[in-house]
């Protein structure tokens, strides 16, 4: 059973449909693209998967549970996690602090526990601690652990959301344009990131990209999103080299 | 029967010194997205102004509207420059405190100059009422109404019709937007807070002439009244303010007549409270989603 | 990944460095906890020798219900980045339900005033669900509007009730309060709030203040931790009431106005939304401020007014900023929006 089933997932905003009849499957393991032109529903799509909006029409299940009409919060708790193309990070908590609000659901301690500081909540934060220090080394961010999320460079804030997005343990990553504003030496750093997040945390990653290095490089497959509906979908190269897409892209 | 027809026109002269003010706030609202929490201590300058050059310089009418106007519009101009400019790109929160800061600045600044006594102010209005089958209309519900309905009239003209008007239409749309099409920003900003404020003014001088008495906070509850109206019509929508101003001040009159003096108050906020909690748009507002 | 494996001395390096954090934290605390038991003891013995006279020890209660209210207003302020403008109100229904207990109750001074901090606290803490209610769906100017709308409308209702004292006032409340019992909740408040901004619910509460959409695609239960934070203050501010009214021994619906609420505002914005020690502190200056400028009295409020702009101006000027920054560094404080 593939781990995300989307069956004709669709959303109306007014009478504009933004997104129609919207169906892939992704395997487990899997590194999965969406791409297409502005404005062709990939966010959207993002949007519909988290929660922030409710599909007008279809259905999604994540490991066989239907997810769609649960709110963001419950669809996170089941497994879904992700990163926004407008960066969205805790800005005035420190890097730690972000990675470790990742964390919070996995912790049981409850706020008497905190305010009383019982022997459980030295426990559970000391293993958060050293949880937190190993994803942000993954990173490459463990020297920037004190400092405040804002004053990190925009490629670093990029990955700080990758690792807060791990942090809640999910079965499914979404990423949201990743490499944007990215040169192409830090574009080949985060594509040796993804893999290595995949392959180390089993991790199944469905990602919204425009640089097609990117795509062409890592994702194992592709569905190109055209004014809202499907246009292609298969294996990343022979997609690629599809005209239908091309013309897409570039027009006639 | 009579009495309510009586509580009926208190209430549309109660509601239309609110929709005037609420004016004030719902156009700031829609163009600067801010809550300009000093608006109402506009109406309480504005009555002191009137104070000084009708009671005690005795300037003819006009005069003491136009001074009074004046000296409205140029405060608020200048407040937005110097203290709400800066702070464009800051959090609301922001914002909202100096708001704040700037309305206890007005309040304790006229609590210095003028002490915390409240003063009589002499009614501009000398027209005599009369009576229409037994009810009492007086002169102050007459030109209060008449005003009221000849300001809203030029205001959406004005909105419809000018240049200025479709800026700033374009500007509480979309700033950045109206920016690039060649909306100078700044002074559409400038000259919303500059009709927002004229407006106080001509509230305060309908205020006093029904009220009579200034003092330092004179300003803050028909304010924060008035924002309740202009939340219950929508913020942002002129027709809204006008419409939850009327409302409110009838609503307020028939509670006091009604109910409870004390608890007059008391209902108005709470239908503040479930229209937000229903409606939070309000009854003409449109709906705004945050772009994920 | 070559750089992801790192080499045994750097290993011990951050071992190292870790382990010098956690002693500075725990320097810190330490010095906290003496600081405390230090301020405790010298004021008792200044008051003990008369040393502050009577004007000064009548200070040192209200010093402590102002730190009681400030660093409960700024867990929502501060934190959970909502602007409350009800926090007098909270304050009235605990003073008001505190001090009915201890006029109509017939227990022993020792269990009926403690007993009374906690109801009014616990009533005020329903006040909070009650006003954290709408915060679930409104945020920004409409919640700081509601919360305004809340705190008049419990005034206006004692003010019509009986029972309250109406207008006249509650009068025939016991001087229960004095500095080791208002000393010792303040401690408390303090205690509790520090200790739940730095565990995971604390953490919880400022990502929703730094960003609500990503705190709930991040599995953060916005509505429960919005609720704790409104339920926490509220119940510090109704306890904050119950010393307030018991060191008066009148309570009047007319202190509780919105006037009152932004007196605790402008002691959390001075003292930096974010900063519990900056709470305190300015806790403490505005509360002797009236008594020390007695000449300046009358430009109290212009003072306050004008703090709060150029504070409100300043933090948005980066130059302002990085001279703030520097100063606190000096001075030991943590930064604005930092984690006390």
């Known amino acids: 059973m593939p781990l995300l089933q989307v069956k004709n997932l669709g959303i109306n905003f007014g009478g504009l449909k933004a997104v129609d009849d919207f169906s892939v499957n992704i395997e487990k393991g899997m590194l999965y693209g969406l791409i297409g032109p502005n404005g062709a529903g990939k966010t959207t799509v993002f949007n519909l998967l988290t929660g922030v909006y409710k599909p007008s029409t279809g259905t999604f299940r994540l490991d066989g549970q239907i997810l769609n009409g649960k709110s963001p919060i419950e669809i996170n708790r089941m497994g879904i996690a992700r990163t926004f193309q407008n960066i969205r990070l805790f800005s005035h908590m420190s890097v730690m602090d972000n990675v470790k609000v990742g964390l919070h659901n996995h912790q049981t301690y409850n706020v008497f526990d905190g305010i009383f500081r019982t022997p459980k909540y030295y426990r559970e934060e000391k293993a958060m601690n050293e949880e937190a220090v190993e994803l942000l080394k993954v990173f490459d961010l463990e020297k920037e652990k004190d400092n405040r999320a804002y004053n990190l460079p925009y490629g670093k804030q990029r990955k700080l959301e990758i690792a807060r997005a791990l942090a809640t343990k999910p079965k499914l990553l979404l990423l949201d344009e990743p490499a944007a504003g990215m040169n192409p030496n830090e574009t080949e750093e985060l594509m040796s990131t993804i893999r290595f997040v995949r392959d180390n945390f089993d991790m199944t990653i469905l990602l919204i990209e425009h640089d097609m290095r990117l795509v062409g490089g890592i994702c194992e497959e592709v569905t190109v999103l055209n004014f809202g509906t499907e246009l292609a979908k298969g294996k990343t190269s022979e997609v690629l080299n599809d005209p239908r897409v091309i013309t897409a892209y570039l027009g006639e | 029967m009579q009495q309510l027809c009586e509580q009926l026109l208190n209430g549309l002269n109660l509601g239309s010194v609110y929709a005037l003010i609420a004016l004030g ?13 000093a608006h109402g201590d506009i109406i309480m300058v504005g009555a002191y102004t009137l104070l000084l050059s009708g009671s005690r310089f005795g ?61 009589k102010v002499d009614s501009l209005i000398k027209i005599k009422g009369f009576t229409f089958y037994g009810i009492n209309i007086s002169g102050e519900s007459i030109v209060t109404l008449s005003v009221t309905i000849i300001i809203m009239i030029l205001l959406t003209l004005f909105i419809k019709k ?36 004229s407006l106080a003014a001509v509230a305060g001088i ?28 929508g913020i942002g929508s002129i027709p809204g303010a006008m419409l939850g101003g009327i409302l409110l001040g009838i609503i307020e009159s028939m509670a006091k007549t009604y109910i ?24 003409l507002g449109k709906k705004r989603m945050e772009k994920v | 990944m070559a750089k992801k494996q790192m080499t045994g001395s750097e290993k011990l390096i951050l071992a190292q460095t870790q382990l010098k954090a956690n002693l500075k934290k725990r320097k810190k605390t330490v010095f906290a906890v003496i600081l405390g038991i230090a301020a405790f003891i010298i004021c008792n013995v200044l008051i003990s020798t008369g040393a502050l006279g009577r004007q000064g020890s009548g200070l040192l209660v209200p010093i402590c219900i102002n730190i009681m209210l400030a660093v409960s207003l700024n867990l929502i302020v501060g934190f959970l980045g909502e602007l409350s403008l009800g926090h007098a109100g909270f304050m009235s229904v605990g003073a008001y339900a505190g001090c009915l207990f201890t006029i109509h109750a017939n227990l022993p001074t020792i269990i009926e005033f403690p007993l009374a901090l906690i109801i009014g606290g616990l009533t005020a803490a329903v006040f909070g669900v009650i006003i954290g209610l709408p915060a679930l769906r409104l945020n920004g100017d409409y919640l700081a509007i509601v919360t305004l709308a809340f705190g008049e409308i419990i005034r206006s209702i004692i003010n019509s009730l009986d029972f309250t004292g109406g207008a ?89 106005d919105f006037n009152k609420s932004i007196e605790i505002l402008v002691i959390v914005v001075l003292g930096g939304m974010g900063s519990i020690p900056g709470s305190i502190i300015a806790a403490i200056v505005i509360t002797l401020l009236p008594e020390v400028l007695r000449d300046l009295s009358d430009y109290r409020m212009l003072i306050y007014s004008i703090a709060l702009i150029v504070m409100m101006l300043s933090s948005s000027s980066t130059h302002l900023a990085e001279l703030r920054m520097k100063i606190r560094k000096k001075l030991g404080l943590s930064g604005r929006k930092g984690v006390a």
């Open chain 2, 162 to 197: 000018t240049k200025m008007g479709k800026a700033m239409l374009a500007v509480s749309e979309d700033k950045g937007a109206a920016q690039l099409m060649g909306v100078n920003v700044n002074s559409t900003i400038s000259a919303t807070f500059a009709i927002g404020s």
């Open chain 2, 25 to 37: 706030y719902t156009m700031v609202y829609g163009i600067a997205k801010m809550l300009n929490f």
């Open chain 2, 206 to 233: 309908l205020y006093m002439s029904s009220y009579g008495f200034v003092g330092p906070y004179t300003g803050s509850l028909p304010g924060i009244k008035a924002f309740v109206a202009a939340v219950l019509g």
């Open chain 3, 168 to 256: 006249g006032g509650l009068k025939g409340i016991n001087k229960f309060s004095n500095f080791s019992v208002a000393y010792i909740a303040a401690m408390i408040t303090i205690v509790v709030i520090v200790n739940l901004v730095n565990s995971r619910h604390g953490r919880a509460i400022t990502a929703i203040r730094d960003n609500i959409i990503s705190a709930e695609a991040t599995g953060i239960n916005v509505v429960f931790y919005k609720l704790l934070s409104f339920v926490i203050a509220a119940f510090f501010a109704g306890a904050a009431g119950v010393l307030y009214g018991h060191h008066l021994a009148i309570l009047k619906p007319g202190t509780f």
């Open chain 2, 260 to 283: 409870s003096t004390d608890l007059a108050d008391a209902i108005v906020f709470g239908i503040l409270i479930v229209v937000l909690l229903f409606r939070p748009t309000g009854l």
């Open chain 2, 59 to 119: 300037l003819p009418w006009w005069a003491s509207v136009l001074l009074c106007t004046v000296i409205c519009c140029v405060l608020g101009v200048s407040i937005e420059k110097i203290a709400y400019k800066p702070l464009r790109s800051s959090s609301p929160l922001t914002v909202l405190i100096t708001a704040i800061g700037v309305s206890y600045f007005l309040q304790s600044s006229a609590l210095l100059i003028f002490g915390s006594n409240k003063q």
